[in-house]
């Protein structure tokens, strides 16, 4: 029952998402967040994050990177991301069981000046679609209605926002398919080279490393959090580093808890701001107006 109340929940936000999404796309609102990005990483944690479902399926994931010249781009990486998994996702959810999945990306063709031009390809063995279907595929709400695809679950948007991300970043996105012979997407897509920009800056100093054991082992802290899964992690994080905590579920009882210890007895207070009946700026203020040298 809980999987399929998670499994029901991610769906429901899905939906909400997308959306929104397009609903921002629509009204113009959606801009590009650009800024330094490494490609292989945007690979990896694609890779990672479609690995486990396909392996699920026991499909056959394969990823090439190949004849890719510069690595650090300028862009929007998480746009690119949204991209790259609204395909892939696709791809995997209309592939059977035991199917195949290609994943590549390739630098070597054309370029415009000094942009580094990516050819993205997702190919698969997957139920394919019909002609009619193929000319609206890229519509909002948009699904092949079939025995099949009846069965799997989805909002029509994706490929709609990912045609609408893909123009917005100044591509172009192409697909073939046919009924039961799969389907292969093309996403070319071009990208300023980082490393002629970033080679002139200065890396800023870093800081210096602090063990985590050493800094947090010991402590004793107060923790304000009216969200039970967040408070058990925060205890756990600190737990694993040696620390202990007391945790307050909202400002009221945390003022109550500190007023009540002797002075020195937290060496910290992580304050929430969002809490019922006293937030975290209430709190803090009541705290530090007690007449105690550790306020």
Known sequence: YNH??????????????????????????????VAEFRLPEVVASVEAMMRSQTNAKHQTFTVEVTGVTHEALVGDEGRLRQILMNVLSNAMKYTPDGGSILFRID????????????????????????????????????????????????????????????????????????????????????????????????????????????????????????????AEIIAAILDMHGATCEIAENGQVAVEKFAASRPGAFDMIFMDVQMPVMNGHEAARAIRALDRPDA
């Open 4 to 33: 399929k109340i998670a499994t029901s929940g991610q769906h429901l936000l899905g939906l909400i998402n997308d959306v929104l999404d397009m609903s921002k796309i629509e009204s113009g609102k959606t801009t590009l967040a």
């Open 107 to 230: 630098g070597s063709l054309k370029r415009r000046g000094s942009l580094q031009h990516l050819r993205i390809i997702v190919k698969d063995t997957g139920i394919g679609m019909s002609p009619d279907y193929l000319a609206t595929i890229f519509d909002s709400f948009s699904r092949e209605e079939s025995s099949l695809t009846n069965k799997i679950q989805g909002t029509g948007l994706g490929m709609a926002i990912t045609k609408n991300l893909v123009d917005l970043m100044g591509g172009a996105i192409t697909v073939r398919s046919k009924l039961d012979a799969g389907s292969v997407f093309i996403i070319d897509l071009d990208f300023p080279p980082a490393e002629a920009e970033s080679e002139e800056r200065e890396e800023p100093a870093s800081a210096p490393a602090t063990d985590a054991d050493e800094a947090l082992g010991g402590k004793h802290f107060l923790v304000a959090e009216d969200n039970d899964l967040n």
